[in-house]
C-alpha cells in the first residue's frame, strides 16, 4: 500500500481473531483498522492466541499495515459515580492494555468517561487517577483519550479537558489522543468552516503530536448539536468537501484514518476507495455536499 498517501481502514470485528481481521482489511483495501478489544458492552476476553497474532504480524508486514487503533468497551467508565463500576473498569483497562503487548507499538483508544452528576473536575480527577494506576514505563502501546461529542456528563468535549486530564498523567508520553471528526463538530468546532483553526487550537491546547489517530465520520447532526450520530462520508451535515479537507490537510499526514461510519463492507470498500482518491488527487469529491 506505499505511495497511497493515506492510513485508512474502518471498524472490523474481533470475532475470528488477529489474522482474519487482518485478511478482512486487505480485501477492503484497508492498510489499518480497529477493533473492540472485548465485547462493546462489556464482559470477558477472549483469550489471545499467539499462533493467530504471529499470523496477524506476518499479514501485517506483508501489507504495510500503519498502526492499529484498538477501542476500549463503551461499558468502561474511569470515573463513574459507583465505586464498582470504577473497579470493575480499572480491572478491565489493565487487563486490556497487557493484552495489547501481544500486537506491540499500537493505539488503545478509550472515551474518558461521563462523570455522571459529580461534575466535571471529579470526572478529570477520576480519570487521570485511573491512568496513574495502569500505565506502565515498559508498555509499548501509547493509550489514546478520544474527542466527545459533549452530550450528557461526558468529560472530554471540549480540549482543555482533554489537557487537564493529560496534565494529571505521570507517564503522559504513553498517551496521545484521537481526533473524532464527528465528536469535535458535534460539540462545537467547525471543521467545514475553520479546519485551520481548530487544529490551531488543538495544537494551543493540547499539541498536535499527540494528535495520533482520526476517527473520520460524517456526523448526522448541526454543528454544536452533542447529539453524537455518525454518518457516512458526505451524507451528512460536515458534508464531503470539508471532510475531503480533513483527509488532506499536511496536519494529519501519517495518522490513522478509521471510519466508524453506519456501513457494510461493500460500503466501507468504497468510503476507503474514495479517501485514496482524495489523498492522491485535487478532485473535487464525487459524493454530494451535505444534508445541512
Request: proline share 4%; charged share 30%.
Amino acid at each position: 500500500m506505499e505511495g497511497t498517501g493515506i492510513r485508512i481502514g474502518n471498524h472490523l470485528s474481533s470475532s475470528r481473531g488477529y489474522a482474519a481481521m487482518g485478511r478482512a482489511a486487505v480485501k477492503l483495501g484497508a492498510d489499518t483498522f480497529a477493533f473492540f478489544t472485548r465485547n462493546p458492552r462489556g464482559g470477558a476476553a477472549k483469550a489471545v492466541v499467539p499462533e493467530d497474532v504471529k499470523k496477524f504480524l506476518d499479514i501485517a508486514e506483508k501489507e504495510n499495515f500503519g498502526k492499529l487503533v484498538a477501542h476500549a468497551p463503551y461499558t468502561m467508565n474511569l470515573c463513574a459515580a459507583r465505586e464498582e463500576v470504577r473497579s470493575f473498569s480499572l480491572e478491565m483497562i489493565g487487563d486490556d492494555l497487557r493484552r495489547m503487548e501481544y500486537i506491540p507499538g499500537n493505539y488503545y483508544n478509550f472515551h474518558p468517561g461521563s462523570h455522571v452528576g459529580q461534575g466535571t473536575k471529579a470526572g478529570i480527577a477520576g480519570i487521570a487517577d485511573a491512568l496513574n494506576k495502569v500505565l506502565k514505563k515498559e508498555q509499548t502501546t501509547t493509550v489514546l483519550l478520544e474527542t466527545m461529542a459533549g452530550k450528557g456528563s461526558e468529560v472530554g468535549g471540549n480540549f482543555a479537558e482533554l489537557r487537564e486530564i493529560l496534565d494529571r498523567v505521570e507517564q503522559r508520553d504513553k498517551l496521545g489522543v484521537c481526533f473524532d471528526t464527528c465528536h469535535v463538530w458535534d460539540s462545537g468546532y467547525d471543521i467545514a468552516g475553520r479546519l485551520d483553526e481548530v487544529l490551531e487550537e488543538f495544537d494551543r491546547i493540547i499539541g498536535l503530536e499527540r494528535l495520533c489517530a482520526v476517527h473520520f465520520n460524517d456526523s448526522m447532526n448541526p454543528c454544536g448539536s452533542r447529539r453524537d450520530r455518525h454518518a457516512r462520508i458526505g451524507e451528512g451535515c460536515i458534508g464531503a468537501e470539508a471532510m475531503r479537507r480533513v483527509a488532506q490537510h499536511p496536519l494529519l499526514t501519517g495518522r490513522p484514518f478509521i471510519l466508524e461510519t453506519p456501513n457494510d463492507d461493500e460500503g466501507y470498500r468504497r468510503e476507503i476507495a474514495l479517501v485514496r482518491a482524495w489523498t492522491r488527487t485535487e478532485n473535487k469529491p464525487v459524493f454530494p455536499d451535505g444534508l445541512c
